[in-house]
């Protein structure tokens, strides 16, 4: 009799022990479930590496020499006028971009900063900043107050190597500034350091 009281009393306690060790996992699981899916969701929202360049149209240049006849500039371009202004007297706007951020300095002819923008300053966080979505926010945003001051016809010169260089242009397009000019001004060493050596993995 006290033998079976006693079997049945553990087997009640190893009942008891297994569904606790279930509960456990159970409630485990669903945590870690539940950081997978709020990984997936932003994974999900992040854009493709390569989807700034994506669906760019490509220009053949022979084609516009015959159209154009002024694509090119020439002597006469520093005097030639647009919209009432001389061409060296048009205001700039300088885009540095890099894989990481991208940056917007309105200047006056002279080279005088009067407005600046970059994506973090925008609102964008972390990876997003590099974005083209963040770079064309940022240069709508900027082309408004360049055009509270006045400004609407202007010449662009961009620096540097990232998904945010055609967006941030056709952003400030967007936003009513007429574009007389794009100078590209990335710079090219011809004699760069030597890379790093390949991560062992």
Known sequence: MSLRNFSFGFLQQCRSNVLNALLINKLHTSSVLRKVEDRKEMLASLPAKDEGTAGEKSIDIDTLMGKKEKFFPDANTPTQLFNGMPFNELP??????????????????????????????????????????????????????????????IRVKVRGLGPGRMSAIKGLQMSGLNIVSITDNTPVSWNPPRPRKQRSL
Not at 97 to 116: A, C, E
Not at 136 to 152: C, D, F, N, S
């Open 92 to 153: 700039i706007c300088n885009i540095r971009v890099s894989p990481n951020n991208t940056i917007i300095l309105f200047t006056d002819y002279k080279g005088v900063p009067r407005i600046i923008r970059s994506c973090g300053i925008e609102g964008f966080k972390n990876t997003r900043k590099g974005t083209n979505i963040a770079a064309q926010a940022t240069a709508i945003t900027i082309g408004g107050k360049a055009i509270e001051l006045g400004w609407k016809t």
